[in-house]
């Protein structure tokens, strides 16, 4: 199984990857988080990328697309894997294609602007594990705590209203026309594309997400 989650950043992808995951038994592909924790070794990708993502632009296509190549290449993707945050542009779509690597489901997750902005105020992460929670929407069991290991959780730098603002309007301009990329790529019969209402609460897109995959 291999699926492709498309969508604006903070429409929930992340959320329901964590899901699909265990349901599954694939693994994660996380761009925004194989980035992250290249910055917390201090790599010098980590470096070059922390400058890019803290003003909300994308990351040169030539690295991501190394990175998501050597990630695919390894024993743990042979049955299938979750792509979320990748493809974000054309090139890394084709890349992708050119490539020869054939995606079953791609799912958008269709939220609005206005909720987004809202979402990335309330958002907190668990960085080692990529897990995210919401202070209202989806919140930890213990406040301020991941689920699993106790730590703390901590607010993303991206994550400030004018930040968000400039990552949505990248996602509108170089991302957003993946949806015409991949309805098109359905309508060749090369995969399935799915729109999913991202506005619905977390448990209810997660249904709707089995629905589909099931
Ligand atoms: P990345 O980490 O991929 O960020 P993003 O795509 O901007 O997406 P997010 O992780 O912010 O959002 P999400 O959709 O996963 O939402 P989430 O589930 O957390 O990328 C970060 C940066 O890295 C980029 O800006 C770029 O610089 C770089 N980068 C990464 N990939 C790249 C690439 N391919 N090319 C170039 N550059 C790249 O949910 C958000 C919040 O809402 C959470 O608090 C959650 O609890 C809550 N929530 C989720 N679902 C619901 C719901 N249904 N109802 C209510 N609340 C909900």
């Known amino acids: 199984m291999r699926i492709i989650l498309l969508g604006a950043p903070g429409a929930g992808k992340g959320t329901q990857a964590q899901f699909l995951m265990s349901k599954y038994g694939i693994p994660q ?13 201090g790599t010098e990708l980590g470096l070059a990328a922390k400058q890019v993502m803290d003003a909300g632009q994308l990351v040169s296509d030539d690295i991501i697309i190394g990175l998501v190549k ?13 792509l979320d945050g990748f493809p974000r542009t054309i090139p890394q779509a084709d ?10 489901h791609v799912i958008e997750f269709d939220v609005p602007d206005e909720v987004i902005v809202e979402r990335m105020s309330g958002r907190r992460v668990h960085p080692a594990s990529g ?7 989806n919140p930890a069991k213990e406040d301020g705590k991941d689920d699993v290991t106790g730590e703390e959780l901590v607010i993303r730098p991206d994550d400030v209203e004018e930040t ?3 990552r949505l309007a990248i996602y509108h ?17 090369n995969t399935r ?22």
């Open 29 to 41: 592909i996380s761009t925004g988080d194989m980035l992250r924790a290249a910055i917390k070794a």
């Open 70 to 82: 050597e990630r695919i290449a390894q024993p743990d993707c042979s049955k299938g894997f979750l």
């Open 95 to 104: 890349a992708m294609k050119d490539k020869g690597i054939v995606i079953d």
């Open 131 to 137: 897990r995210v929670y919401h202070v209202r929407y």
């Open 164 to 166: 968000v603002r400039k």
């Open 173 to 189: 301009e170089q991302t957003e026309p993946l949806v015409g990329y991949y309805r098109a790529e359905a309508d060749a019969g």
């Open 193 to 214: 594309y799915h729109h999913i209402n991202g506005t619905k609460a977390v448990d209810v897109v997660t249904s709707e997400l089995v629905a589909l995959l099931d």
